[in-house]
């Protein structure tokens, strides 16, 4: 597993946050399918190093987007991304075929995304219904 995200760190444009390290060394090369009752992870997927290339031969995704890393998918049509630029910085999910048009901001960190309530429900809405339509994302 060292190997693996040796070769991320290596071609990476951004530092990792300790926290993607850590998750990586657990899912990197699979998937996360989160089933706690009133979290909202659907299936999410951690790339290795071949299939960050692949995705960026797809797009062009390091020419476009220097400060950000894409790290893994829905196993669909939405692509996970950590973006280190100031203020900015976080983790966003996007689709794949217009990630620069609808970018969203779902946590500060890959640990916020995970345990906090706050942010599962903007996940959850953002996730199901494309924006933050606020309640409990029903």
Not at 45 to 63: L, S
Request: aromatic content about 16%.
């Amino acid at each position: 597993m060292e190997d693996k995200l040796n070769l991320i760190r290596e071609h990476s444009p951004v530092p990792l946050p300790e926290d993607y390290r850590e998750i990586f060394r657990r899912f990197g090369g699979g998937g996360i399918e989160d089933r706690r009752p009133n979290y909202a992870i659907p299936s999410m997927t951690f790339w290795k190093w071949d299939d960050i290339k692949e995705f960026d031969a797809t797009v062009n995704f390091f020419e476009d987007c220097p400060h950000a890393l894409p790290f893994g998918d829905d196993i669909g049509d939405i692509v996970y991304l950590y973006v280190s630029d100031g203020d900015d910085s976080g983790i966003y999910m996007a689709y794949k075929s217009d990630f620069f048009e609808e970018m969203q901001k779902l946590a500060g960190s890959l640990t916020e995304l995970f345990t906090d309530t706050e942010t599962q429900l903007l996940f959850r809405n953002y996730y199901r219904f494309g924006c933050d339509k606020g309640g409990d994302g029903r």
